[in-house]
């Protein structure tokens, strides 16, 4: 590891707690109608996630490039490289290391799914990203998403599927793996114990309620996860802000998700 890669990891971890709250915004446009969700006004979700002082946002190169500079210094960036939707009509990879050298990131993200027929191709992704990396000191955060389709396509978080998951990452030689939590406490903390590579928590599909979202966070953390990356359970509930007071409450200060809930509100 480059001294570079080693400075630009310490900025994404820079929290005293160790651990490390990201916000994402890098849901692009294959998610469905641009005009409805958090993320229908693209500036106003970014204002709002800030006034949550994550630790980084990742976010897609285009956006970051009209929308970041006046955020600049506030968090570390993320530049988000990964571009696709679960049934591959949407299979691009955006962004390089270089491009994140370019825009001043900290680290570039790229989100994958794998099992089905092109997953070799969404490996590759990640191995020519870290390879490519190397030559700036550039960090890879991977973001892996398991799929199945028994019944159509659809990202899954089983035990077996989410240890799968983080395996590629290790073995593709990324810097930080994000993976959704499986729901067993046990089996997360198995596949976080072996992993050499600090292992985050996905936001996950949207809980049906902020306090699940953060009971599923504090359960992660404590089975060793080094922090969360959020991003419909963060901009998904209405109040970005203060669902970011909170994920802070149970990432960076410990707290139960009940306490760290209504500290926020508070």
Known sequence: MTLGTQVRLA???????????GGAVDHFVGYGD???GGLADLPGALARVMRGKPDYVSIQPGAARHL????AGQAALV???GCFVPDDRISELIATPEDAVRAGADALAVAIPVRGNTEGRYIRWLTDSVNAAARFGMPVVAHIYPRDFTDGTKIVFTP???AYAARIGIETGVDVIKIGYTGDF???????RTSPVPVVIAGGPKADTLLKALEQTAEAIQAGARGAVVGRNLWGHGDPEMSARAFRGVIHDGLPAEDALKQAQG
Do not use: A, C, M
């Open 68 to 71: 970041w500079p006046q955020y």
């Open 34 to 36: 641009v005009r409805q």
């Open 79 to 81: 530049i988000q490289g």
């Open 160 to 162: 077996d599927e989410i």
């Open 186 to 192: 046990e089996s997360y903390k198995e596949t976080v």
């Open 11 to 21: 900025r994404l971890f820079s929290h005293p707690s160790g651990n490390l709250f």
